[in-house]
């Protein structure tokens, strides 16, 4: 399919809901670049946790992370994080990470500095894959198109435990159900950028579908949406 120029597509959902592995190959299908907008959240905490830095303290954070330079390297598919010069795309994925993200994810300071260097990324990269909580509701309320991904939370829990599993992590399911509940708790409840389903968005329950399956959906939503624009060669 032929994109045309300064297109972004976004995908909103829940935590575990398999945005970042249908983003990813969605951009792969359309030759574009992915954003996971997650992780520079996750890098966000590792700094804090790194400089000994309350994660819940955004005055001090904020100007810390403004200073910080987080880089993707768009050559890599998909581009690693890097955080002051080193590789951090394992060291964000830790249950350390983890269990404090939605923390420093909550407070409006800190979303401030990381929306607008996804508003620059995406000014660098005008086709582009982004997924994360905020990224059609907030962030790009004019892409392309948007989707919601979203899951029951017993099953996006055993495709976390699953995929933890095949890195050599073993985890109890137990503890993850209870740690995506809370997750989601916070990101539905928090006062800025909260997790809404984006106006207008495509709605999918991926449940009991594949990730070809959603990804096979979302193409098909794309080639619609351009070929209504009309003009577009798909
Ligand atoms: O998608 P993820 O699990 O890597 O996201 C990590 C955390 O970052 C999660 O608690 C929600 C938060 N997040 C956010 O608030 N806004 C985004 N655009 C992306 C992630």
Redesign the pocket.
Known sequence: MDMPSNRIITIDGP??SG??TVAHLLAERLGIDYL???????AATLLALRRNIDPADGDILAPVLEEATLRFEWTLSPPPLFLDGDDVSSA?RTMEV?SQ??E???QGII?DV?VRQ?RRIASEHPQLVT?????GSV?FPDALIHFYLHADPAVRARRRVDQLAGQGTMVKLEEIIADIER?DR??STRSV?P?VRPDGAVDIDSSSMSIEEVVEVMVVAVETVLAQEGGETC
């Not at 996971?36 to 996750?42: C, L, N, P, T, V």
């Not at 997924?131 to 990224?135: L, N």
């Open positions: 935590a575990g945005k970042s996971d907008s997650g992780a520079m959240y996750r964000i983890s993200v939605s420093v994810a909550r979303r990381l996804q997924e994360g909580r905020d990224q962030v997750r916070i990101d950028g997790l």
